[in-house]
């Protein structure tokens, strides 16, 4: 019955940035290692919202006036009887508008993301780590050495970049075909971010073992739909302009507990569960 009701998991991974939250706020010892990641959001969000965000906003401005512009000119010439597709057309207006700047947002909190985590990724491992000892009541590290450690870190960058471009390119030749097309490749889209978005939020515990990429990805979709749920919160939350800086360390918090809960219980103690290559 507690399955039905949340969803089969996809509530209960969607609680876990409250959850995080809970947790952070009655834990003030942990409150240090949130303090560099939020500066450096802070710096990487400056030079996102200034050489991304502001020109994409005017930019939209002015697409957004050369439609409203044709639309008039269309509106213009119709009888006198169709008057009621103005209201129409002011209607289809302002959910453009509302769309494409939460698209704006979007994007700007997924760079957010990519840099913030990779520029802060000392400080979040950090705080990864004092979640997980204080939620399993130990910490599982498997060392491999600082050169190598930088190696898996530029590889996993790498092969999200593979990834995206494997399946994000015939994503977007699918806009080419109306109706279905665009409908596929809307939805193809948003599950390949969150399918990305899960995997750097949920990084940290898997990194410390030396998870392969393919076991990282496994594990993503073996969770579903708790990490489809969670996925979902956490766009929704670093697309908030400027509380994002906040949120994206939230974020992180939340994916270490959600591996704790979730992930832990189904691996094998055994020696099979870590990978060491990539």
């Not at 002015?62 to 509106?75: F, G, P, R, T």
């Not at 959600?258 to 219980?265: E, G, M, S």
Request: proline letters at 5%; aromatic letters at 10%; a positive charge.
């Amino acid at each position: 019955m507690l399955q039905i009701l949340s969803g089969f998991g996809f509530l209960t991974g969607a609680s876990y940035p409250l959850r995080s939250l809970a947790l952070l706020g009655r834990t003030p010892r942990l409150w240090n290692y949130l303090i560099m990641p939020i500066l450096v959001n802070i710096v990487v969000g400056i030079i996102l919202y200034a050489g991304l965000l502001i020109p994409s906003l005017r930019a939209t401005e002015s697409l957004e006036m050369v439609l409203s512009n044709w639309l008039e000119a269309i509106l213009t010439n119709l009888p006198t009887w169709l008057g009621f597709l103005r209201f129409l057309a002011t209607g289809i207006d302002f959910l453009l508008d509302v769309l494409l700047i939460g698209l704006l947002f979007f994007l700007t909190g997924f760079l957010l993301v990519q840099f913030g985590t990779l520029l802060g990724a000392p400080w979040y491992g950090q705080l990864s780590e004092k979640l997980e000892e204080l939620r399993t009541g130990k910490i599982q590290i498997v060392e491999v050495g600082i050169v190598r450690d930088i190696g898996r870190a530029i590889l996993f960058e790498l092969k999200k970049l593979v990834l995206a471009l494997v399946i994000g390119l015939p994503l977007l030749m699918l806009n080419f075909l109306p109706g279905i097309g665009t409908t596929v490749a809307t939805v193809g889209g948003f599950m390949l971010t969150a399918t990305i978005i899960c995997l750097d939020f949920l990084d940290g515990p898997s990194e410390r073992r030396r998870f392969s990429f393919r076991k990282k990805l496994a594990i993503v979709f073996g969770c579903l739909p708790a990490s489809a749920g969670f996925s979902i919160v956490c766009i929704g939350l670093v697309s908030l302009p400027l509380l994002n800086f906040v949120t994206i360390p939230l974020c992180v918090a939340s994916g270490t507990l959600f591996w704790c809960d979730r992930v832990l219980p189904t691996l094998a103690p055994s020696r099979e569960n870590f990978s060491h290559g990539e």
